[in-house]
């Protein structure tokens, strides 16, 4: 690096990050560095503390201890700095099925703070980017599940964030609609500059989408690296699968809690 050449600060950077609820540690010194203009999945069987790791990155649960920041902003000292910066889109529906696709994002400008005289271009531009222009006046419940999660992103990237957090982006969706979703999310951090972290059970999403992974376990950050990198680490002919047991190995996987399975069948169902 020249002298005259400024350091790459990351887009999250987590250093012995924990959070605790009562006995139990849901989240245990955490270490994690994720590049800016990177698409990063954040994988781990249920309970291993991916969605808490998210919610605390995403300002929404203090940590117990440790320290965050997202786009050079700390979590704690600095939420509503962090909130400026990031878009999320959760597992489940954010958007409103009574509304019609336009006035989502017009919603969603308002809520972000898009300045008045750039809302109308900025929802025009949403619209077409993300190939629903034709369904802008229709209600949203009447949009199939790979709609309703492009105009979810397009909500969220209306106030140029740059950092997005996505929780399970496409679980429900047909193979087609998933397809979709994943070329929008690849235009998007190109078009915009951004980085993107996911979590996701879908080993083919994380090989087909991700430059660089993190497998949670039991709280703890087991491994990370590209997903060549993770391969070579379990074995010559390893796939995702095979990593991803590996490195989850002791860890009951069999649909987390009563609340989880009804939540995921629940966005499954909303979704299809």
């Known amino acids: 690096m020249s002298e005259f050449e400024l350091p790459v600060r990351p887009a999250v950077l987590t250093q012995a990050l924990t959070r605790r609820f009562g006995e139990l540690v849901a989240v245990d010194r955490l270490d994690l560095e994720i590049a800016s203009g990177i698409i990063f999945g954040l994988l781990g069987p249920n309970g291993a503390g991916k969605s808490t790791t998210v919610k605390m990155l995403t300002t929404l649960l203090p940590p117990s201890s440790g320290r965050a920041t997202v786009a050079g902003h700390d979590v704690v000292r600095e939420p509503a700095a ?5 878009g999320y889109v959760p597992q489940l529906i954010s958007a409103d099925g009574a509304l019609s696709g336009y ?8 809520l972000y703070d898009v ?18 222009t034709d369904a802008a006046r229709a209600m949203v419940r009447t949009y199939s599940g790979g709609m309703v999660r492009r105009l979810e992103v397009a909500q969220a990237l209306l106030h140029r964030p740059a950092v997005l957090f996505l929780d399970e982006p496409t679980i429900g969706l047909d193979p087609m609609a998933r397809h ?5 999310l690849r235009e998007s951090r190109t078009r915009y500059a951004m980085t993107v972290l996911i979590t996701t059970h879908d080993m083919d999403e994380a090989e087909q ?3 660089r992974l993190a497998i949670m376990n039991g709280g ?16 010559p002919s390893a796939t995702l699968d095979d990593v991803f047991a590996h490195f989850a190995v002791g860890v009951i996987t069999e649909g ?14 909303r979704l299809g």
């Open 82 to 86: 962090v909130r400026r910066q990031i």
């Open 220 to 235: 703890r950050l087991a491994a990370t690296g590209t997903v060549a990198e993770l391969k070579q680490r379990v074995g």
């Open 256 to 269: 987390g809690s009563y609340r989880d399975v009804v939540n995921t069948r629940n966005t499954a169902e």
């Open 209 to 211: 989408l991700c430059d």
């Open 115 to 132: 300045p008045r005289k750039e809302q109308a271009a900025r929802i025009d531009d949403a619209l077409q980017f993300m190939g629903l």
């Open 180 to 184: 979709a979703v994943w070329e929008r």
């Open 103 to 110: 006035e989502n994002l017009l919603l969603s400008a308002k």
